[in-house]
């Protein structure tokens, strides 16, 4: 069964700490990952893109990793700032058996940085 | 300038009326998505249309019928609204759907802010 695991569920973190996020996927054939931020009430802001091809990708003081064999990927925030609460969400595009391209969602991580 | 747009932002209405809310975008793209955030913030994928054509239908009722006037614009209509169907509707788009180049549907997509729906 295609699903997308995101762990931890939620974060507490220091102003100024590095952090890392975890997604777990079993998604087959597998097209691409993303990672969104999304601010509470808000729409999600695309952080990065990467194909099975690339293995890390970064955007600011945001750095995704993936391993393509694994099928896990993070997302390492560096220096988090306290614009950084967000919810971060994990998307597996994959290539489905009609031949069109399908979505699975992660539940999400939800990060709350603290002075 | 509001790159997606979608109106309204706010929805409540009864059980069983019919509703529709607006999105449109200014960025020239060829592709649009609607999308459902349930009270559980959980992201599900609707519809997407690219060049005014429908290219993904997820299991979503009949009841929903998305309508692309243009490019620019992609409505969503909901008739018979059901307590169910209370959520965050977020419309979305991108420059086209990314399979050319070998992309492989791998394009970045601007979400709109969201038109929070509550059926009572």
């Known amino acids: 069964k295609n699903q997308v695991e995101q762990s931890p569920q939620s974060l507490i973190i220091l102003e100024g700490k590095n952090c890392t996020l975890q997604?777990?996927?079993?998604?087959?054939?597998?097209?691409?990952l993303r990672w969104y931020k999304q601010d509470t009430g808000r729409g999600p802001v695309s952080l990065t893109i990467m194909t099975f091809s690339e293995n890390t990708k970064s955007n600011g003081r945001y750095t995704a990793t993936l391993d393509a064999d694994t099928k896990q990927s993070s997302l390492h925030i560096t220096a988090s700032q306290l614009s950084d609460s967000a919810s971060y969400i994990c998307v597996v595009t994959f290539l489905s058996t009609s031949g069109t391209y399908k979505y699975i969602f992660g539940t999400g991580t939800r990060l709350k940085v603290l002075a | 300038d509001t790159a997606v747009s979608q109106t309204p932002k706010y929805l409540v209405t009864q059980m069983g009326n019919d509703k529709s809310i607006k999105c449109e975008q200014n960025l020239g793209h060829d592709t649009m998505y609607w999308y459902k955030q349930d009270s559980k913030k959980f992201l599900k994928i609707m519809f997407s249309y690219n060049n005014k054509e429908l290219i993904i239908n997820e299991t979503v009722p009949n009841r929903f019928s998305p309508k692309s006037p243009d490019k620019a614009h992609l409505n969503l209509h909901i008739n018979s609204l059901e307590l169910g169907d209370s959520a965050v509707y977020f419309c979305a788009s991108s420059q086209d759907w990314g399979t050319s180049g070998g992309a492989l549907a791998a394009e970045t997509q601007y979400f709109g802010p969201g038109t929070r729906l509550l059926v009572l």
């Open positions: 997604c777990n996927y079993t998604v087959s054939p597998f097209s691409n």
